[in-house]
């Protein structure tokens, strides 16, 4: 049968100290705080293999020498009087690891095992005060270290700094296989660094542009932008996922049609979208960004993803008209996409509640791209492989519309969260579905706005007579 058990591995040699915590990390406190239900969102997991011939001791050296560089992974967070939190970066320390043995006969297979580890540590969230913001655990055969799960708080790393904690993780690893010496220490401002540089005068005057970038795109909105539409479902609200193989494939194509990014390409897509939703001219979007627009940044183990309001404007007549629009605006949000949402939540408050679309690209930052389609024919082929489900649905949420893009380089998952107010359940299958129509086409042509509309209208009077 399996064997859990517990061992434990040493890190020393680094730096100790105290700061305030970064813009990023502020966020997520905040969260944390105030959204009781935020424990599944505020854990990032992540799983890898582990090259062969490697012993276990081997495997916690190497992780020994990862908590090291990154200064992030060996912090605690400490509550202040005020609601507020430091961030504590301890030099040394121990950290506690699980040992999951399988016996070579045992008919458990794999995917069982590394889902019960990574639910069990959603589960089990952290303590930020006592514990540390990683938790390890090592999956063995008969003693040989197979595979490796890992769960990091979302206050020690965004989506794409838990990313770069597997790249390290698993090159430190092959170069040990290999008899190599470890490869070098990412360059990179650590969390404690960047908290003091926002502190500084260059940091509040970012946070100030950033302030008065927020107040002209306000002035832009009005309370009625997104209005509802219908009658809400039970439970309201609900987020579908389609998952496509065919959006992989064409995003590259379809945006270098346009000579802009993929990024850029999803945000025009999704906008086109909004038109059969909207009443006005604009709409308002919450674009989150990544945040590593700078060498020192790029390969930063922290949360650093925050997002900026802004208004896209939807009277173009082409995608290839808004996907210029587009290009403005993404250029716009990333210059001041690094603020401090205190207080730009200030801002908004003031202005009144705005109902508006998050838009958050995660994929379009993935290493590697599938092949480009040889025809349309072939990725109209594609999509038959695409699938669809409702992996959320809840009577509370502290957002209304959010459009996520995540998934592996060859499948992309469009994940599409809404207020069933303002999408009826099936409205947000026909939003994803008709996304996915529209990128496949534009590899290939461009598009009237106005067929866009079309065919999510139609799309959703099909999906809504289906139920």
Not at 16 to 29: F, S
Not at 331 to 347: K, N, P, Y
Not at 401 to 420: C, E, N
Request: with cysteine.
């Amino acid at each position: 049968m399996i064997t859990v058990s517990a061992t434990e591995v040493e890190f020393h040699g680094g730096r100790t100290r105290t700061a305030p915590l970064t813009w990023g990390q502020e966020v997520i406190w905040d969260l944390l705080r105030d959204w009781p239900d935020a424990r599944s969102f505020a854990v990032l997991t992540r799983w890898m293999p582990i090259p062969l011939l490697l012993s276990v001791g081997e495997v916690l050296e190497v992780l020994g020498e990862l908590l090291r560089r990154h200064e992030s992974l060996r912090t605690r967070y400490h509550p202040t009087s005020s609601g507020d939190a430091t961030q504590q970066v301890l030099g040394s320390g121990v950290l506690p690891v699980e040992l999951v043995d399988r016996p070579a006969q045992d008919p458990t297979d794999w995917t069982s095992i590394v889902t019960d580890c990574l639910v069990g540590a959603v589960e089990a969230g952290f303590d930020h005060e006592r514990d540390l913001p990683i938790r390890v655990t090592v999956i063995l055969e008969e003693g040989i270290p197979i595979l490796l799960t890992l769960a990091v708080s979302h206050l020690s790393a965004d989506f794409i700094g838990a990313d770069l904690i597997v790249a390290d993780f698993t090159a430190m690893l092959q170069a040990r296989v290999a008899g190599h010496p470890l490869p070098p220490a990412r360059p990179g401002l650590q969390p404690a660094e960047l908290a003091a540089w926002e502190h500084r005068p260059e940091g509040q005057l970012q946070d100030v542009e950033a302030a008065r970038y927020l107040r002209r795109q306000l002035d832009r909105t009005h309370p009625g932008m997104l209005p509802a539409r219908a009658a809400p479902a039970t439970p309201r609200f609900h987020r579908g996922v389609l998952e496509s193989e065919a959006v992989a494939m064409a995003v590259g194509p379809a945006a270098r049609r346009y000579r802009a990014t993929p990024s850029t390409l999803l945000l025009a897509v999704t906008s086109a979208l909004m038109r059969g939703i909207c009443p006005g001219p604009a709409y308002p979007v919450d674009i989150l960004q990544s945040n590593r627009m700078t060498p020192e940044l790029a390969g930063m183990v922290c949360s650093l993803s925050q997002g900026i309001l802004t208004v896209v404007d939807l009277t173009a007549d082409t995608v290839a008209d808004l996907v210029r629009h587009c290009t403005a605006v993404l250029a716009e949000a990333r210059g001041h996409g690094r603020h401090r949402q205190r207080s730009t939540l200030e801002l908004l408050s003031t202005a009144g509640a705005r109902r508006g679309c998050q838009f958050n690209d995660i994929w379009s930052h993935l290493p590697g791209r599938p092949r480009p389609p040889a025809t349309l024919r072939e990725l109209e082929g594609v999509t038959a492989t695409s699938t669809f489900s409702w992996v959320e649905q809840v009577p509370e949420k502290n957002k209304d519309l959010f459009m996520g893009i995540r998934g592996t380089a060859d499948r992309v998952h469009l994940s599409l969260f809404a207020d069933t107010a303002l999408l009826p359940p099936g409205d947000i299958r026909a939003f994803l579905d008709t996304f996915e129509r529209t990128v496949v086409t534009l590899a290939y042509q461009d598009l009237p706005l106005d067929q866009v509309t079309h065919w999510f209208a139609e799309t959703a009077t099909r999906f809504a007579e289906d139920r």
